[in-house]
């Protein structure tokens, strides 16, 4: 995971706002970081190495410097976009999934979320155009908040950035806990602070002019299709489409693990990935019925997994 934030408007001592804005998210990006700020434009990230290692720093341009990308997430088709939007003429100064994103703004506008495989929270500065793109993937993996407060446009992976803004003043949103103490959680894309939102999954958002325009680029499809298959061929598809998914995820420059909770289907994908580290965590000591750690040592006895576990009792950390 990555840190991204900024802000868009006039602002007093704007670097040292920025600056104050990403030390709050410093945790999500301890690798490097990057500013970028002209005009009344700051944008701010934090960043967390996966791909392209040397090359990958962000914040990242296109040709000739109009178009600025801060990123959180990772696309997984990142290499057949390249190709594609090398062949249209683009020219990529780096390795890094980012630059696709970049490059794909440039040739299809809006029209790239379309084309994008993978879990992504951005914002693109087009300075030509005086206008902010943000997006946010379709399962809403990555996370995306925004405020409008004192005439300026703030946003940030985590509510405790934009509540670092000179400006902001606290309090409860009334409704939003309604929601939490009849169903534990909020359906609103309003947080818990008055005044600053969630960007939903699949949909992006243009500031331009201090106008500010939401849309939903993504509906899933949930209805179930005609398929002339029995069930041994569907067993191979939905095998299939798994491994698929796997490849992709194994995309990257650094070493990949994963969660392990002894369920069958974290036991299946940690199976697929082969001889990757396992991580779980157990509750309340080896014993307690919620502790999966037994379970998914079970797992280690078949496969060749790496696997590390840690038990928090509850009774120690009380």
């Known amino acids: 995971m990555c840190g991204i934030c900024g802000f868009i408007g006039k602002k007093e001592n704007r670097a040292a706002v920025l600056a104050d804005m990403m030390d709050a998210i410093r945790h999500r990006g301890p690798d490097s970081d990057g500013i970028y700020q002209k005009d009344n434009v700051s944008l701010g990230f934090c960043r967390l190495s996966i791909i392209d290692l040397e090359g990958g720093n962000q914040p990242i341009f296109n040709e000739d410097g109009t178009i600025c990308l801060v990123f959180n997430g990772e696309i997984y088709n990142y290499r057949e976009l390249r190709e594609e939007l090398e062949q249209r003429g683009h020219i990529f100064s780096t390795v890094s999934d980012s630059e696709t994103l970049i490059h794909g703004y440039e040739e299809y ?27 946010r993937d379709f399962f809403g993996i990555k996370p995306f908040y925004y405020a409008e407060i004192e005439g300026c446009f703030v946003f940030a992976s985590e509510i405790k950035s934009i509540l670092r803004f000179p400006g902001y003043q606290k309090k409860v949103n009334e409704k939003a806990l309604e929601q939490y103490l009849a169903f534990q959680y909020s359906a609103l894309n309003e947080s818990f602070f008055e005044g600053i939102y969630r960007l939903d999954p699949g949909h992006f958002l243009v500031y331009e002019n201090k106008n500010l325009n939401i849309q939903r680029y993504f509906t899933p499809d949930l209805a179930p299709q005609d398929v002339d298959m029995d069930e041994n061929e569907m067993v191979k598809e939905l095998e299939n489409v798994l491994e698929h998914s796997l490849k992709r995820h194994m995309i990257s420059d650094v070493e990949v693990g994963t969660f392990l909770s002894g369920g069958i289907d974290s036991n299946y994908l940690a199976a697929g990935l082969g001889k990757v580290k396992s991580f779980t965590v157990g509750f309340g000591g080896e014993d307690n019925r919620y502790s999966e750690i037994k379970y998914a040592g079970e797992l280690k006895e078949i496969y060749p997994l790496e696997s590390y576990s840690k038990i928090n009792n509850f009774s120690e950390s009380q």
Not at 112 to 134: E, H, N, P, Y
């Open 109 to 135: 506008g809006e029209g790239v979320l379309q084309r994008l495989r993978g879990m992504f929270a951005f914002t693109i500065w087009d300075s030509k155009k005086k206008r902010l793109f943000a997006a």
